[in-house]
């Protein structure tokens, strides 16, 4: 039996991208200091899409920048995989400006937090706001996002995927019972 | 990963990862804060019987940088000048409770003993004339960064090979990583056996031409007891790689410290294909991630023991 869901197809995540980036510029009254940072793997590509959104809304460039977060993580030994790492690249000057943050799914908050630990590693943004495609809730960290794409209210036995055509040769969202893909 | 002590005990994938690693922490040391907080709360020591300069000082930055709280210990001066055992250092170290232990010394298969006698994650910084397998993980990952790969590379070794700890971890990384390694000194300097590990012997460079890659190895003075070579003059115009050897597409390494005008002259020193000072930067790098690898791996109860270590 199939307990996978698709939550949001390939149409839905590019007019949920569309929402989220409407949703930036009338947050942002000042686009000189807007710039975009995703978390990789998923939030990068995630990033870089919003990003292309941005500069036809705006019709200007926006720096844009992806951080790789493992190096500030607090469960470094406790976990029984090593992490697979990124490089960051944050080549524009953080201080003073409004960065997005963007990650596919916003869970405990802890990814967040390590994220906005990183992003202060290379300056002093003036705010820091965030953005996820779906939030599933679960926090276990005071973090609140800014831009949700999509509530998906999740039991602990859940899993959400998120799929986009550069890594999985699909857009979409996916909910996973935990016991099938543990099984 | 919990302990470094050889190259032999890595997989071609070991290297790989630690490599693909260092790459990323590249990008901290051009960064303003040369810092990140990966190993935050974790002690290192620093355990150096022998003189070093390079070793001690980029695994000292590579803990540093990864907010690791670093203790520096040297024989010279300390207890073990007044007659104390390895083993019992290693026993009074480790009531400081240290999560790794990068040693150097001078006694092979030391660093591989010290594993067993403390529950923190060892790093061979060299033992003896057995291994220095850090130095051969930044060796490859040079290699790597500068051309790409190492799969089909013929590397030629040349000098001093008998002294060399260096060269025993190099010959068995850079075979695992796909080249062709070929041993090139005089007869007394060339270990009788160490074909067994699949190189090829010259006593000549006559056919150096043939190599993608020159490594020279430090004409080693202090452990040199017996005459091993006629003069180092002698020894400079057999072996030395000058610009009359070296081919303009050739890469040239040299672990350092150099010997100027003996295993090398000054201007295959400071030529293009030297990559001596980037062997040094990716040090740094390199032992970053081999700290990061020992310990984002030792388990939370093994970090604190209690009593004496097993």
């Known amino acids: 039996m199939d307990h996978e869901k698709v939550v949001l197809d390939e149409d839905d995540m590019r007019r949920t991208l569309v929402r989220i980036a409407h949703e930036i510029v009338e947050r942002n009254d000042e686009p000189d200091r807007l710039a975009i940072v995703g978390i990789h793997r998923r939030g990068a590509i995630l990033a870089r899409r919003i990003h292309a959104l941005l500069i036809d809304l705006l019709e200007r460039e926006v720096p844009i920048g992806d951080l790789d977060i493992s190096f500030y993580r607090d469960d470094v030994g406790r976990r029984a995989e090593q992490p697979t790492i990124h490089a960051s690249h944050v080549d524009f000057e953080l201080d003073g400006r409004t960065i997005v943050l963007v990650d596919d799914v916003l869970f405990t908050g802890r ?4 994220a906005i630990e990183a992003l202060f590693s290379y300056g002093r943004p003036a705010k820091v706001q965030l953005a996820v495609l779906a939030d599933r809730g679960h926090r276990e960290l005071p973090i609140r996002p800014d831009y ?11 899993r959400v995927n998120v799929h986009v055509e550069e890594l999985d040769q699909v857009d979409e969202v996916r909910i996973t019972e935990l016991s099938e893909v543990t099984a | 990963m919990k302990h470094l002590v050889s190259v032999e005990q890595l997989e071609r994938a070991d290297i790989e990862r630690i490599c693909d690693r260092a790459a990323s922490f590249a990008e901290v040391a051009d960064r303003e804060i040369k810092k990140v907080p990966a190993l935050r709360g974790r002690t290192v020591l620093n355990l150096f019987y022998e003189a070093s300069t390079r070793t001690r000082s980029s695994f000292e930055l590579a803990a540093k940088r990864l907010s690791a709280d670093v203790v520096n210990f040297s024989a010279s001066g300390s207890s073990v000048e007044k007659g104390e055992s390895l083993k019992d250092t290693i026993l009074t170290l480790g009531a400081h409770k240290p999560d790794a232990i990068v040693i150097r010394t001078p006694w092979a ?13 060892v790093v061979n910084a060299g033992d003896g004339k057995h291994e220095h397998p850090t130095q051969a993980l930044l060796d490859v990952h040079t ?19 008998l002294h060399s700890r260096v060269a025993r971890s190099n010959i068995m990384a850079f075979q695992k990583m796909g080249a062709r390694v070929t041993l090139a000194g005089p007869p007394t300097l060339i270990p009788r056996g160490i074909e067994a590990l699949g190189c090829e012997i010259r006593y000549t460079l006559d056919d150096l031409g043939q190599a993608d890659v020159v490594y020279a190895l430090r004409m080693q003075h202090e452990r040199m007891t017996e005459s091993w070579v006629p003069s180092l003059r002698e020894y400079a115009a057999w072996y030395q ?26 201007e295959v020193v400071d030529s293009p294909q030297a990559v001596i000072t980037a062997q040094v930067a990716a040090g740094v790098v ?13 388990p939370t109860e093994a970090r604190t023991p209690e009593g004496v270590p097993a």
Not at chain 1, 111 to 114: D, G, H, I, P
Not at chain 2, 286 to 298: F, I, P, S
């Open chain 1, 111 to 114: 990814t967040v937090r390590s």
């Open chain 2, 109 to 121: 298969g030391a660093a591989e003993l010290v594993s067993g006698w403390t529950p923190a994650a």
């Open chain 1, 148 to 158: 949700v794409g999509k509530n998906l209210p999740t039991s602990r036995s859940e």
């Open chain 2, 286 to 298: 390199v032992r970053m991630a081999v700290l990061y690898e020992v310990l984002a791996h030792v």
């Open chain 2, 241 to 266: 790689i000058n610009g009359r050897r070296l081919g303009a597409k050739q890469v040239l390494m040299h672990p350092g410290p150099v010997n100027r005008g003996v295993e090398l002259s000054a």
């Open chain 2, 143 to 161: 290699l790597r960064q500068r051309l790409g790969g190492l799969d089909g590379l013929n590397i030629w070794i040349v000098g001093d090979v």
